[in-house]
């Protein structure tokens, strides 16, 4: 079983008593700077000059200076900053200024775990990482409650960094909900394994297989949409309450017995295959170097990859069918996006 933290394991005093700059003002960046603040911390945002966050934090009374200000100003630094351009960030704002005794913290171990930063030996370096969204963070911390966080150690420089950590997580209504211990190496490949293997990659292709099987077949796209895409929402929405348990006791008895007897036709042991060679990517470094290595280019992979999915057919079919159903509407969550 995982080591769970509450709010009684930490003492909101050690992060109150630092000097914080929060770097990013995006989904996860907005939830921690209110949230610390809201807290008693004194924190700072960083947001480069031209930066669109930058009157989002102000209108919410956040103080807002240059990253680099920020990290030179600060003793704990968060990096909220996406993951492909936190290595250039660390590089320009938080290395200069990055002091003995200093804290390095982030919400994802993308950078640590594969080496594209590596903080000096007299820093604390830890992970205080939401199992949620930001706006949910937020949220869940206004109304008195919060979102389990994971928290890890990378470095103890100090020999009080996850003390110090939890206190962050506290600070940001994590530990009302508990906190997981992990490591970096353990939040990093199993984040991505899973948006790769079943949250995103392999959710999005079983919806487009799906979607063609049906309409290669001869059936109205608009049918498919229903069936392939529009339904998941229920099906998932019942995992998520009562686990695969609660949707199969869910559904009709006609549809239980055909995911028992089908499911495994369409998911057989060869995608299980694939899924430990997409694992093995992900933990030798493959993935993020091709990824890292696209972004430098000025990420062509990416963007080509993208507009192809953006031209299936499924698109443009459920643009339509979205018009019809007026409580289906892209609402503040939607742009948050879970998997960061
Ligand atoms: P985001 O894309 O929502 O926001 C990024 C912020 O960084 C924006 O304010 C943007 O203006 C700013 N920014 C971009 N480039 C910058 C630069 N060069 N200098 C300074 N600021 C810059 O990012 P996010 O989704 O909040 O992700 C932040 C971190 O949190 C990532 O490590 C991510 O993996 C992690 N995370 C995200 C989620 C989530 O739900 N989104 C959940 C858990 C962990
Ligand atoms: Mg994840
Ligand atoms: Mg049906
Ligand atoms: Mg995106
Ligand atoms: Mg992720």
């Given at each position: 079983?995982?080591?769970?933290?509450?709010?009684?394991?930490?003492?909101?005093?050690?992060?109150?008593?630092?000097?914080?700059?929060?770097?990013?003002?995006?989904s996860?960046?907005?939830?921690?700077?209110?949230?610390?603040?809201?807290s008693?911390v004194d924190?700072?945002?960083?947001?480069?000059?031209g930066s669109?966050?930058?009157?989002k934090?102000?209108?919410?009374?956040?103080?807002?200076?240059?990253?680099?200000?920020?990290?030179?100003?600060?003793?704990?630094?968060?990096?909220?900053?996406?993951?492909?351009v936190?290595?250039?960030?660390?590089r320009?704002?938080?290395?200069?200024?990055l002091?003995?005794?200093?804290?390095l913290?982030?919400?994802?171990?993308?950078?640590?775990?594969f080496?594209y930063?590596?903080?000096p030996?007299?820093?604390?370096?830890?992970?205080?990482?939401?199992?949620?969204?930001?706006?949910?963070?937020r949220r869940?911390?206004?109304?008195?409650?919060?979102?389990?966080?994971?928290?890890?150690?990378?470095?103890?420089?100090?020999g009080?960094?996850?003390?110090?950590?939890?206190?962050?997580?506290?600070?940001i209504?994590?530990?009302?909900?508990?906190?997981i211990?992990?490591?970096?190496?353990?939040?990093?490949e199993?984040?991505l394994?899973?948006?790769?293997?079943?949250?995103?990659?392999?959710?999005s292709?079983?919806?487009?297989?799906?979607?063609?099987?049906?309409t290669?077949?001869?059936?109205?796209?608009?049918?498919?949409?229903?069936?392939?895409?529009?339904e998941?929402?229920?099906?998932?929405?019942?995992?998520?309450?009562?686990?695969?348990?609660?949707?199969?006791?869910?559904?009709?008895?006609?549809?239980?017995?055909g995911?028992y007897?089908?499911g495994?036709?369409v998911?057989?042991?060869s995608?299980?295959e694939?899924?430990?060679?997409?694992?093995?990517?992900?933990?030798?470094?493959?993935?993020?170097d091709?990824?890292?290595?696209?972004?430098?280019?000025?990420?062509p992979?990416?963007e080509?990859?993208?507009?192809?999915?953006a031209?299936?057919?499924?698109?443009?079919?459920?643009?339509?069918?979205?018009?019809?159903?007026a409580w289906?509407k892209?609402?503040?969550?939607d742009?948050?996006?879970?998997?960061?």
């Amino acid at each position: 079983m995982a080591t769970m933290y509450y709010d009684d394991d930490a003492d909101l005093s050690l992060i109150q008593n630092r000097t914080v700059a929060v770097l990013g003002y995006g989904s996860q960046g907005h939830a921690h700077a209110l949230s610390l603040r809201d807290s008693g911390v004194d924190v700072r945002v960083g947001l480069a000059e031209g930066s669109s966050s930058r009157a989002k934090a102000e209108a919410e009374g956040l103080r807002v200076v240059t990253p680099a200000e920020a990290c030179a100003e600060a003793d704990l630094i968060m990096v909220l900053v996406p993951d492909h351009v936190q290595r250039l960030v660390y590089r320009d704002a938080i290395e200069p200024n990055l002091q003995e005794g200093d804290a390095l913290f982030f919400s994802h171990g993308f950078n640590i775990r594969f080496g594209y930063i590596e903080p000096p030996a007299g820093v604390d370096v830890c992970m205080v990482a939401p199992k949620g969204p930001g706006h949910l963070v937020r949220r869940e911390y206004v109304d008195g409650r919060g979102v389990p966080v994971l928290v890890a150690v990378e470095q103890d420089a100090s020999g009080k960094a996850k003390e110090l950590a939890l206190s962050y997580a506290s600070a940001i209504g994590g530990l009302r909900a508990g906190g997981i211990e992990t490591t970096f190496t353990e939040e990093t490949e199993t984040d991505l394994f899973g948006e790769q293997a079943v949250l995103c990659g392999g959710m999005s292709q079983l919806v487009q297989y799906g979607f063609e099987t049906l309409t290669e077949a001869g059936y109205q796209p608009e049918v498919a949409y229903f069936e392939c895409l529009h339904e998941l929402k229920l099906i998932v929405d019942l995992m998520y309450e009562g686990g695969i348990a609660k949707q199969r006791w869910s559904v009709s008895d006609t549809a239980e017995y055909g995911d028992y007897v089908s499911g495994p036709r369409v998911i057989d042991p060869s995608v299980k295959e694939n899924m430990q060679a997409v694992l093995e990517d992900v933990r030798n470094g493959a993935f993020a170097d091709r990824f890292i290595s696209d972004q430098d280019n000025g990420r062509p992979e990416f963007e080509e990859l993208r507009a192809k999915g953006a031209s299936h057919p499924i698109e443009n079919v459920g643009k339509d069918l979205r018009g019809m159903m007026a409580w289906v509407k892209g609402h503040e969550a939607d742009k948050d996006y879970v998997e960061g």
